[in-house]
Nanobody
Framework: VQLQASGGGLVQPGGSLRLSCAVS????????IGWYRQAPGKRREGLSC????????YLANSVKGRFTMSRDKAKNMAYLQMKSLKPEDTAVYYC??????????????WGQGTQVTVSS
């Protein structure tokens, strides 16, 4: 299983970024996928998840109203649209898949991470 996250970068406060995650080796039609982040000195935080069923979703309170997750089963890709970014959103962002089709936020396959830095 390979997950490749991309789309990170440096953005000013209030700006937007779209992260992408390309998945190979398993099907998003049978596995949930989520986005996580880890800032320096902080614990890893689960941000979002989409399960096999389209109505099986999770979005952390810390990003509700600003982040939107989507998934393209045909392309086996997931996305995280981030807007109204804040300096506290600065972190390494990871995509990861669950071993199960439902969102459990206990992933077992991780991408390499992409750095998001929000700064003026």
């Amino acid at each position: 299983v390979q997950l490749q996250a991309s789309g990170g970068g440096l953005v000013q406060p209030g700006g937007s970024l779209r992260l992408s995650c390309a998945v190979s080796g398993l099907s998003l039609d049978r596995h949930a996928i989520g986005w996580y982040r880890q800032a320096p000195g902080k614990r890893r935080e689960g941000l979002s998840c989409i399960g096999r069923r389209d109505d099986d979703t999770y979005l952390a309170n810390s990003v509700k109203g600003r982040f939107t997750m989507s998934r393209d089963k045909a392309k086996n890709m997931a996305y995280l649209q981030m807007k109204s970014l804040k300096p506290e959103d600065t972190a390494v962002y990871y995509c990861a898949t669950d071993p199960a089709p439902d969102c459990t936020l206990t992933p077992d396959s991780w991408g390499q991470g992409t750095q998001v830095t929000v700064s003026s």
